[in-house]
């Protein structure tokens, strides 16, 4: 390919994200093959698609601000969609505010870069940038959710939505599906709008909508649902149009990425793991009526909060630590891992827990004694839970996917993926800096590596 398009070449470079929240890798290349899609398949066609892991634990909240940043949670500081105070056990949902780490879209602007980022998950409150922002599903009212304050006022004129309500999906399935397809079409008119009207060096518009998809529908298209299957793949179809719509927009030489932070599957069962641990004797509860870590006995050896992220009750770092740092920590951690990769699904007897982590083997920074002191990755289909009181081991209700670890995906146009060990999203953050190369990267200590190659 000439080198006036995208990757770096010779013309002043843009880029334009278009996020697919947790839409498989594996998905859409049996779509690609049977010939769905046909935009992304041109993306792919004039670059490169390829297979990538998450974070741990695969989540919006966390795999995003991976993204944005190129570095691991102990640097970035978001751990999870919620998260304890171990001084206090008083639980809070993370917020931007709780980002220590500038993202791209920050560095950009601060090298003179015009940007706008859309709606992508731990983007709220909205922070100055030097062109425009418009916040998550965190969003309660869109009127606080823009940067200019004076966005809201045009998004609230076009009828933008933020996020479909998710509850509505649990009496309403029919109804929700319209609404996602609604505030799919109104994030492209608001999307071709800022792109437009401020001419972006960068931009992200973030499709939250396949997330949600994914958790209500998922099943419903794996097992090719008379019903459902066929509305789905008319959505998905609608996002393929979405990015057809956008690239047909863009200048020929800007280099557009198409990807998704973490894969999906159907969801067998979710797995409240408390449960063991109570029955084990690891945890212990001050009330029947316990609802977060600050109910819990201290008497407690460890507790577990969403999603698989296991905690030590550990004296000097959590309120009422009952066990002792050093070598009782340590065997501890040892037995509670050994115990959880004995864990099975009570009525098949097949094993739950995949993988257990220690927190070293894969964060470091200076926020890592925040982390959890344990992390499980479940095998496909398990989704694991932390609610302290959960009658029940295992159950299943309106929710029938869940996240993966291992099927996320980056397409690129203009640009050859790099075959890398481990293609992680921390990857993109800097592959996406290499294409701006006035802009240093020295010393932002990221973890990411750049593994584009122009064409």
Request: charged letters at 25%; proline letters at 7%.
């Amino acid at each position: 390919m000439n080198n006036e398009h995208g990757c770096g070449g010779s013309i002043k470079p843009r880029v334009f994200v278009i996020g697919i929240d947790g839409v498989p890798f594996t998905f859409l290349q049996r779509m690609l093959a049977k010939g769905e899609f046909p935009n992304l398949g041109n993306i792919s066609d004039g670059g490169d698609m390829k297979q990538m892991n998450s974070v741990i634990p695969p989540i919006s909240s966390v795999a995003w601000t991976t993204f944005m940043t190129g570095k691991n949670p102990a640097k970035h500081g978001i751990m999870g969609f919620i998260d304890r105070d171990p001084a206090t056990m008083a639980m809070k949902i993370p917020t931007s505010v709780d980002i220590k780490e500038k993202s791209l879209w920050e560095i950009l602007g601060e090298h003179g870069r015009k940007v706008v980022a859309m709606n992508v998950p731990i983007s709220y409150p909205p922070k100055k940038v030097n062109g425009s922002m418009v916040s998550c599903f965190l969003a309660t009212n869109i009127d606080k959710a823009t940067y200019p304050p004076q966005l809201a006022g045009k998004l609230k004129e076009m009828g933008y939505i933020i996020d479909a309500d998710p509850w509505k999906a649990r009496s309403d399935l029919d109804g929700y599906l319209e609404d996602l397809f609604t505030a799919l079409e109104k994030r492209l008119e608001a999307t071709l709008y800022l792109l437009d009207t401020d001419q972006p060096d960068f931009m992200i518009s973030h499709i939250m909508e396949t997330d949600r998809i994914g958790h209500f529908f998922w099943e419903y298209l794996d097992k090719n649902d008379e019903k459902y299957a066929p509305l789905i793949m008319k959505f998905f179809r609608k996002v393929d149009d979405f990015i057809g719509t956008v690239s047909d927009r863009l200048p020929e030489e800007t280099t557009i990425i198409v990807m998704s932070d973490h894969g999906f599957c159907t969801l067998k069962k979710e797995v409240y793991v408390n449960v063991p641990l109570r029955e084990a004797g690891y945890l212990k509860l001050n009330s029947e009526e316990a609802k977060s870590p600050a109910d819990i006995h201290p008497d407690t050896k460890a507790y577990s909060m969403i999603p698989g992220r296991f905690f030590i009750n550990l004296k000097g770092r959590e309120k009422n630590g009952s066990v002792e740092p050093g070598a009782q920590y340590d065997r501890l951690r040892a037995e509670l891992k050994d115990f959880l990769l004995t864990l099975t699904d009570p009525d098949t007897g097949e094993p739950i827990i995949k993988s257990v982590f220690k927190r070293e083997e894969i964060y470091s920074g200076p926020l890592f004694d925040l982390t959890a002191d344990l992390v499980a990755l479940p095998h496909d289909g398990y989704d694991l839970k932390g609610n302290l009181l959960n009658p029940s081991f295992t159950q299943k209700d309106a929710i029938i996917g869940m996240h993966t670890y291992w099927d996320a995906a980056l397409c690129v146009r203009g640009c050859k993926i790099i075959d890398v060990e481990n293609l992680n999203i921390a990857d993109v953050m800097p592959s996406i800096l290499s294409l701006y190369p006035e802009i240093p990267t020295a010393g932002l200590r990221l973890d990411g590596r750049n593994v584009f190659e122009r064409l």
